[in-house]
């Protein structure tokens, strides 16, 4: 029974947790993988783009709830994403329209690219705080538990609850679909594997007739809605705050490096390494230890490595130890 408790308040506290944050760094890092794979540059501003899609669909969801309009025990933000979407990839491929394209046309350096896409960041930034303010928002409405920890309890016997949250559990239904669905993709469709076919060797694909221009605004489309989707579910579950997208940055990217950069395999694996690295070793182990050890052996402290607050310290830890050993990631990426 005491290992039961143990394993309930390990699983509440680290791996429903760090499933979900995996599952929305995946689609941050998808995002940013598409890009290095296709573009060949990395996006900077990916994370001001996860920003301003959440933010346009919290516009939507904010006047849809004005009007009564809801999905009951679901989220309003589900019915609002598709216009999230749709702004995101306005912005993106205005951006590529007036700022990117002028550089690809110039056959620039992808570090001045990477440099442009610093500059991109900033100007997105400032138009989210702009918008919709500096502050924290939020935006989640309907149920808030598909199971909470006291129904928990009731139902087991134990003494330790499992909560398990409905945007939890939307992030990883979602993510789950939205990868089948870009893998299906890429794979299936003829769009999709023109964009493998100029990612593998753009000379070639060029030479067999494939629309440059338009590989590169499908490109800016399917990172905006990845970008979106996962600033909403990253919202959903944690709060909007627009620097915080500008925070995640790191472990994006470092998802995407860890797992191999330019490989989209790789970013999801990435995502849940860094995840699962990040809880693990800013939880506080204290209360599973007290299960699992005698009374005279039970600690006196909190047992945590590293406070929560150094949590994107793990990530460039982890992101240094790849470069060092592994610089291809742990699916072999893309290097030059």
């Known amino acids: 029974m005491e290992f039961l408790n143990a394993f309930v308040a390990f699983s509440n506290f680290v791996i429903v947790p760090a499933i979900a944050y995996g599952s929305q760094l995946a689609l941050g890092a998808l995002g940013v993988t598409l890009i290095y794979g296709i573009l060949r540059f990395s996006n900077f501003a990916h994370g001001d783009t996860m920003a301003f899609g959440a933010m346009v669909t919290i516009l939507v969801t904010w006047w849809f709830q004005s009007m009564g309009i809801n999905l009951g025990p679901m989220p309003t933000a589900l019915l609002a994403l598709p216009f999230g979407i749709a702004g995101a990839a306005l912005l993106v491929l205005a951006t590529d329209r007036m700022v990117y ?14 440099i442009v896409s610093m500059g991109v960041m900033f100007v997105m930034n400032g138009l989210v705080r702009f918008i919709i303010g500096p502050d924290g928002q939020q935006f989640a409405d309907g149920e808030r538990f598909i199971i909470s920890a006291r129904n928990f309890k009731t139902m087991t016997g134990l003494s330790e609850g499992l909560a398990f949250r409905t945007s939890q559990a939307i992030t990883i239904v979602t993510a789950v679909i939205v990868v089948a669905l870009l893998f299906w993709f890429l794979n299936k469709t003829r769009t999709g594997k023109s964009m493998r076919a100029f990612s593998d060797n753009e000379d070639l694909a060029l030479l067999s007739g494939i629309n440059p221009e338009r590989v590169v605004a499908y490109t800016w489309i399917i990172v905006a809605a990845l970008a979106t989707i996962a600033g909403v579910l990253y919202g959903l579950d944690k709060g909007f705050k627009p620097f915080t997208y500008f925070q995640l940055l790191l472990p994006i990217f470092a998802s995407a490096i860890v797992g191999g950069l330019g490989n989209p395999l790789g970013a999801i694996a990435g995502g849940f390494v ?33 406070s929560t607050d150094y949590k994107f310290a793990v990530s460039f830890a982890i ?18």
């Open 101 to 114: 394209r002028f550089y690809r046309a110039q056959k620039a350096a992808p570090v001045i690219l990477v």
């Open 274 to 306: 860094i995840a699962f690295s990040e809880v693990t070793v800013t939880y506080a182990y204290k209360k599973v230890l007290i299960y699992l050890l005698p009374e005279s052996l039970e600690p006196s402290t909190l047992v945590q490595l590293l």
């Open 319 to 336: 992101l240094i130890i790849v470069l060092l050993f592994k610089p291809t990631g742990l699916f072999k990426g893309n290097t030059a």
